[in-house]
């Protein structure tokens, strides 16, 4: 496709799996893609490594990384050193509530974000790789959020004077972490440099064990192909 | 009132005179205020001394300072410095379109560190200095843009999974300037620690000919009492 021909996205990219997964579903929808990633006191900043990887790997026109501060509210075992990663927990452990690893409007943060990059690019598309199967717990990954953070973004900008026609797309909303995996090995992924890991070793190997790392792990089980990644306990 | 008693809520403060007015209204209504500003790139930083002075005088339980970096996507005047403030404009020229001061998706940025800090704090009620006549050029100063976020936030956060009861208060929204000044003299505000200035002198001296001096110094002249702020004109 020509480059000139291409409508811009944004595309928030942590460097996981379904964020990898989303960028490879823009780009074969024919955008030009803006990645966008977040440095935000986060233990597991082997993602953004990650994210540079994937974005020049997947053909990311740009890929930019914002520093935030989240850790100074807390409230969350991804940003705060006091609270432990849990490891080892069952499906019912992690269906139950909200988990430690929520990090507190997170994905508004995230969003608010895109929306600022998506207005200087004179981009009307974001897409954001939350999922509402396997992230039943965190409450900013449901469609009612996705839809009320859209209507916001229609309002906000430049555009939104006139009524924006801002979309936000959730494709990997109603998928299944295997189906996601099938889908991304479908538009060719490579899942070899993608980190998902909450708790990663400190020379990056997943830990294999934290919700994230299981979730991955029965995803690829379920496809029957091997996870790429590397583990500590391989 | 008893410290214990008090209701906690987050109020944005940007050592400006609407948002110095909104603590004292926020703190009148009986809030325990858990006041939150921002670095991010602006030329007139400034205001975070003020906001600093400002919150202490009027009582803030506590004030945060969170870092952002809006600059990485330009396209404003307060944060690009190859675009300049403008100055001298006239009423029709201030009421004309979106100006070049306004930072894209700025509000929503603020509103969503707002969110988290009030999710870990406990608080249901955040306070935004938005005004709805002063700053119609603004797209997320409209009401319809802040019941938009309000769904949002009822929805983003640990609360919001069973229905959360967050309230966005913009109680400055259908105020003139000089109400505004007039409902701040009435709750002792000290508008001589605040700053509105958008292009500041180096020595922190507001200039009096941007759109927000100029909006300003017509409050304060319709309510008939000196500006208390130090111009470099005075």
Redesign the interface.
Known sequence: MHEASEKPAVVLLSGGLDSATVLAIARAAGHKVHALSFRYGQRHAFELEAAALVARRHGAAEH?V?????D????SALTDPELAVPHGRSDAQMSAG?PIT????????F???A???A??RGATDIFIGVNAIDYSGY??C?P??IA??E????????A??EGGALRIHAPLQHMSKADIIRAGLALGVDYGVTHSCYDPAPDGAACGSCDACQLRLKGFAEVGVPDPARYVRA
Chains 1, 2 share one sequence.
Do not use: K, M, S
Not at 66 to 70: E, F, G, P, S, W
Not at 102 to 109: E, G, H, K, L, S
């Open positions: 930019l914002a520093n935030l501060a989240l100074l509210f807390g409230g909200v929520y990090v507190p409007a997170r994905n508004t943060i969003l608010a974000h929306l600022a990059l207005e200087v409450p900013d449901r009612e959020y009320a953070f209507r916001v973004g229609q309002l906000a900008t430049r939104g004077i």
